[in-house]
């Protein structure tokens, strides 16, 4: 459905499905119904937040470089993941969003520790 047709619903119909368009990337995005779009919303903003963090500044250091970009590519995959705990269903994608939490919240304190960053 175009956006267009989209608006000339009824006004009721409309209403009733605001909840369910979302800006992703700076593109408007229709979810399949209302209960997908906080989840596209919380998967967007850890992407954009993600990408954003990953863009550093080189300092001539590639390990702290690695790290610098590593940390916050890891940490969006934690916010992805808790997003799917939060709103998925599937038991298998449920678990293996679990595992994607504990793994790589251990290797974001491995890689500080490499590089004797005190936050670990």
Known sequence: M???SYLLRPRAAL?????AITCLAGAWVFA????????????DAAMSKMMAAMAVKPTGDVDRDFVATMVP??????????AQL????NEQLRRIAQEIIVEQTQEI???RLAIEDPRK
């Open 109 to 111: 304190a491995v890689m």
């Open 86 to 89: 939060r709103y998925g269903h």
């Open 15 to 19: 209403v009733a499905r605001v909840a």
């Open 73 to 82: 590519h890891h940490q969006g995959a934690i916010e992805m993941a808790q």
């Open 2 to 4: 175009s956006f267009r």
């Open 32 to 43: 399949a119904d209302e209960a997908e779009a906080p989840f596209l919303k919380e998967n």
